[in-house]
């Protein structure tokens, strides 16, 4: 199994940290979106990353399919995301919260770089 993208990411700190957490194993390629678009677009046709290239092949993209999938490897026991009731939701609104932050700030840095 292996992770595209590289940690300066948010998404892809995101997910890398939450498998090492968890003690699952990966390989992780740090390919960019910038130079590394064309190879990207091999295992995620919108070419984003993070992407994870499960060991049959099949790719998750989205960080919030990625980690809903490490926390099925991890097990209910171990998951990093409650499974239902009010723990989940409070949760869940955190994690919104702390995505709409990470979009913001990508946004932020994407226009000073390509629209100074």
């Given amino acids: 199994m292996f992770l595209i993208g590289m940690f300066d990411s948010p998404f892809v700190r995101r997910v890398a940290i939450s498998m090492k957490l968890l003690d ?28 994870l290239v499960l060991d049959g092949g099949d790719p998750l993209m989205e960080s919030a399919a990625i980690l809903d999938h490490v926390d099925e490897l991890a097990g209910p026991e171990r998951a990093l995301l409650p499974r239902s009731g009010a723990e989940r939701r409070a949760a869940l609104r955190l994690l919104a919260v702390a995505i709409g932050a990470a979009e913001k700030g990508v946004a932020q840095v994407y226009e000073e770089i390509f629209r100074p």
């Fill in 24 to 51: 699952i194993p990966f390989e992780h390629r740090n390919w960019s979106v910038g130079k590394d678009f064309d190879r990207i677009r091999e295992f995620n046709p919108l070419g984003r990353v993070p992407t």
